[in-house]
């Protein structure tokens, strides 16, 4: 945790913390999440995820980029999908932390939750 500066915590869920921080080596703002685990078993499971997390970035990466070359007078479909840019364990406290890329103004839920409260249908905003 020492290549981080927090700045602040930014959500709160079953499966941990997020915290907004900055990368000290390239200034980057970053969220990191920060997961206890109890045994090798979920630090697996852990490492997983990440790896899901990473196939399904990349997946849609290329799906956008082939859909955007195929047809150059339309836009593009809006995929956007968090990157996930590393992680690394302490062993000694036994937590596991996700770096993603930061996007501002809020979560997913906090999004459709609004969207909920416009009275906005889902399919009308894609």
């Given at each position: 945790m020492s ?12 499966f ?21 685990y ?5 630090k ?8 899901v997390m990473?196939?399904?970035?990349h ?7 082939s ?9 593009p ?17 036994d937590?596991?932390y996700?770096v993603?890329?930061y996007c501002e103004?809020?979560d997913?839920?906090?999004y459709?939750?609004?969207?909920k409260?416009?009275?906005t249908e889902i399919?009308?905003?894609?």
């Open positions: 290549d981080f500066e927090k700045i602040k915590k930014i959500g709160k869920g079953a941990g913390t997020v915290y907004q921080m900055k990368e000290i080596r390239s200034q980057r703002i970053v969220a990191v999440k920060e997961v206890d109890d045994s090798d078993e979920e697996q499971r852990f490492h997983k995820e990440v790896s990473r196939d399904v970035y997946i849609l990466q290329q799906a956008s980029s859909s955007s070359s195929q047809s150059s007078d339309s836009q479909p809006f995929i956007h999908v968090v990157e996930p840019l590393g992680y690394f364990f302490n062993e000694d406290k937590k596991a996700l993603l890329e103004n809020g997913l839920r906090q459709i939750q609004s969207m409260n416009f009275g399919s009308e905003a894609v």
